[in-house]
């Protein structure tokens, strides 16, 4: 049945719901949090059109018959009471067991549907018509391909491996609305000219160019974190004030976070929420931690940080200097008689490469939240459920490694899950900045421990046993003797196999030692051959070659990438074609801003680093009729779209979503020889049986793989094999693809791929 369990948390309507038999307790238990706290609605208000109305709704269930339940919507008020009215079912769509309801003289209305007791989570539609399958939206029957043709360019589906990412930092990608403007405190330290603050780029920039991310053939966007912040550069979102709420300085009229969602969704792309878990900005928590408040009319200046009553400072806190404010702030925080309730982790130094790593303060702006707590980790899951049910695809956990596995397994992830149903997908950043597949030896701050399971039990409860727990926990994984390991990336000889998740932790991850190797293809492709079997599904790795904190090792990694645009390009096709899930760090389709430092804080303009704003490049506008396809692009999005290297990411793009084998396919390099790249995929599946041959540089050979007619995307050339199959030689930037029972060539020749 197409139909999950949401469970919604301080909704109005939850007395209603209870009728379910589902039972939902939304205040914390005991006191030991800074101030009570009252979870938010899931919904959020949409601006209404003055356009046409009405809206009409498709509902997917596969057994017995779904109800609707409806309220709060906009010019006329229509309501029922719960659980709502049973759905009509329309024979006329493609795919059978669509159930509709329609809505007339409205312009938005919230809803839910239920069936056998089992119900969504709220839901939010505007003007028009809608589909809603697997917990998305459709603004087209995604069953209906239409007298054949291939695709409607919507999702492939809920599995992440079937999409590429595109990231962006939201602040310095586009400006949609120049009203909602605002400079960082420390922009005049940092000489940000007023024609470029700090906050700049917003939802309603993303919003305006979701076409120009689709038109590159990307169908997830992953963004930087949303919620409230508090610092002197806070523009990049690391810096939380309030988890509950969403920073005001992105969101225009009309152009809310829920807005930005429903927008995306509409278009076949998913959202990608970057969320953190392991601390707060230096100001407090608003809800954990209360001790500042923001004016909001006064957001460029630390003036706007107003300190609430009974905030723990000292009585003269407004007469000190900035140092001296900032110490008394870290000792309200970290001194063990002023943090009594520990909210936050009282260590005050940072060993690298040893367990303070999980209780130390990274950073000034970042003091650790005590995730050991579970009133703490009870709030932030709390928090996290609320954009899950405003119908996020799934999220990017940041500083993953500075927070115990054993805490992650035995609290966070479980909960996350749970609210986000299978389809939600989850990786971390685990920052090991070291090529090997272990960060110096020590499983417990290296990227494939986080994909694992649990093995042995430890004392789990409160607060001092969590602690002790966790550091047990810490070394007895501090050697890599004993860590598990898995098949489930790789191919049996040429057959797919059933991968075994059982062990899974519910995390993925970025593969950081793939990434650090990125200086060159080979690199990178050496380091995972060496490493992929220690992680629990590495399929589901998302690889990148830089990103707004690091390039890789060599290249250099304080800079963005600053390799040539042939080792670009070769960096590329095996990111697209190898296992894992490519992800493109926004700009870098124009190689923009090679060679600039990634991130120097308050120290020089933003204009001169790798975070500039980049919406002078996508000025203009394009139309989409698939990912990857599109015309009459104009402005300076065409120059873009038309730079050799957005144009070799668009064929690829268009390569990958033809190629299930490509997305996800477990690989082998048994039987291939060469000088050069080269490996093999399967993916048996979802009716599917897609096998192919990728040579990514040189030339190569594979023998033993299965008989049968092989065709060439990159060329189209077609060959009969018997069992053994040889590539032609081919330059830096180019590859061969040769794909059993393949669909003949894709796309057109470019710089490289040709």
């Not at 069936?115 to 209906?144: H, I, S």
Request: hydrophobic share 30%; with cysteine.
């Amino acid at each position: 049945m197409n139909v999950m369990v949401f469970i919604e948390w301080g909704n109005e309507m939850r007395m209603k719901k209870l009728l379910l038999g589902l039972l939902i307790t939304t205040s914390l238990v005991g006191t030991g949090i800074g101030a009570q706290y009252k979870i938010p609605s899931a919904k959020t208000s949409i601006k209404a059109e003055a356009a046409e109305k009405g809206v009409t709704v498709y509902f997917k269930c596969e057994s017995g018959t779904p109800n609707i339940y409806y309220w709060n919507s906009n010019p006329k008020n229509l309501e029922v009471e719960f659980p709502g009215v049973e759905m009509e079912l329309d024979s006329t769509q493609k795919g059978g067991n669509w159930y509709k309801a329609t809505f007339s003289d409205v312009t938005k209305i919230n809803m839910l549907f239920s069936v056998n007791g089992v119900q969504t989570a709220d839901l939010t539609r505007k003007t028009g018509t809608w589909w809603y399958k697997d917990n998305k939206w459709y603004n087209k029957n995604p069953e209906d391909n239409g007298s054949g043709n291939t695709t409607t360019g919507e999702q492939l589906g809920g599995d992440l491996r079937d999409d590429s990412i595109y990231f962006v930092m939201t602040t310095r990608f586009y400006d949609g609305d120049t009203s909602n403007n605002v400079h960082c405190w420390e922009d005049t330290k940092a000489k940000n000219p007023d024609s470029d603050p700090a906050w700049r780029g917003d939802f309603q920039g993303l919003i305006d160019k979701l076409d120009y991310i689709k038109a590159m053939g990307f169908s997830a966007i992953w963004i930087t974190p949303v919620v409230e912040n508090a610092s002197g550069y806070d523009y990049h979102g690391y810096h939380a004030l309030n988890f509950m709420k969403v920073d005001p300085r992105y969101e225009s009229e009309g152009a809310t976070y829920q807005d930005l969602i429903d927008a995306a969704h509409a278009k076949g792309l998913k959202i990608i929420q970057d969320v953190v878990f392991n601390h707060t900005g230096n100001f407090g928590e608003s809800n954990l931690f209360p001790m500042f408040e923001k004016d909001e009319s006064n957001l460029g200046s630390s003036d706007c940080m107003e300190e609430v009553s009974n905030s723990g400072l000292p009585s003269n806190y407004s007469s000190l200097n900035p140092d001296a404010q900032y110490q008394a702030r870290l000792s309200r925080m970290k001194e063990d008689a002023n943090d009594t309730n520990n909210i936050y982790h009282h260590e005050k130094s940072l060993q690298w490469e040893s367990y303070l790593e999980q209780t130390g303060q990274i950073a000034g702006d970042c003091v650790d939240l005590n995730t050991e707590n579970p009133e703490v980790s009870k709030y932030l899951v709390d928090a996290y459920t609320k954009y899950i049910n405003m119908g996020v695809d799934g999220f990017r956990i940041d500083t993953v490694k500075h927070i115990s596995r054993l805490t992650w397994n035995n609290d966070l992830l479980p909960q996350l899950q749970a609210a986000g149903g299978d389809d939600f997908t989850m990786f971390g950043e685990v920052c090991t900045r070291v090529r090997s597949v272990w960060n110096r030896d020590i499983p417990a701050l290296s990227a494939p421990f986080f994909t694992w399971k649990e093995t042995e039990s430890y004392p789990w409860g409160d607060t001092k046993t969590n602690e002790a727990s966790t550091k047990k926990h810490y070394q007895d994984h501090s050697n890599v003797s004993n860590e598990p390991t898995s098949t489930n990336a790789f191919l049996n000889g040429n057959d797919y196999h059933t991968p075994d998740r059982s062990q899974f932790s519910g995390m993925n991850v970025i593969d950081f030692p793939m990434h650090w190797a990125f200086r060159n293809a080979y690199d990178a492709f050496s380091t995972a051959l060496g490493g992929d079997q220690y992680y629990n599904d590495a399929t589901w790795n998302v690889t990148y070659v830089d990103s707004h904190d690091y390039a890789p090792d060599g290249a250099p990694e304080n800079q963005r990438f600053a390799g040539d645009q042939d080792t670009w390009a070769e960096n590329l096709n095996l990111m697209f074609t190898f296992r894992g899930i490519p992800c493109i760090y926004y700009g870098s389709e124009i190689e923009f801003q090679k060679g600039k430092p990634i991130d120097v804080g308050p120290n020089a303009p933003l204009s001169e680093t790798g975070r500039a704003y980049f919406g002078d490049h996508i000025e203009g506008s394009v139309d989409v009729t698939d990912f990857a396809e599109y015309s009459n692009a104009t402005g300076t999005m065409a120059e873009t779209l038309n730079y050799p290297l957005a144009k070799h990411i668009q064929r690829l793009n268009l390569i990958r979503r033809q190629i299930p084998a490509l997305r996800k396919g477990q690989y082998s390099t048994e039987g291939v020889s060469g000088s050069g790249m080269a490996f093999k995929r399967r993916y048996t599946g979802d009716g599917e049986d897609s096998f192919v041959c990728v040579s990514i540089s040189g030339s190569a050979t594979f023998t033993g793989i299965p008989a049968g007619t092989y065709t060439e995307v990159i060329t189209g050339k077609t060959i009969q094999c018997n069992g053994t199959l040889t590539t032609d030689s081919v330059g830096k930037g180019n590859m061969r693809v040769y794909v059993l029972n393949g669909p003949g060539k894709i796309g057109e020749d470019g710089t490289y791929l040709k």
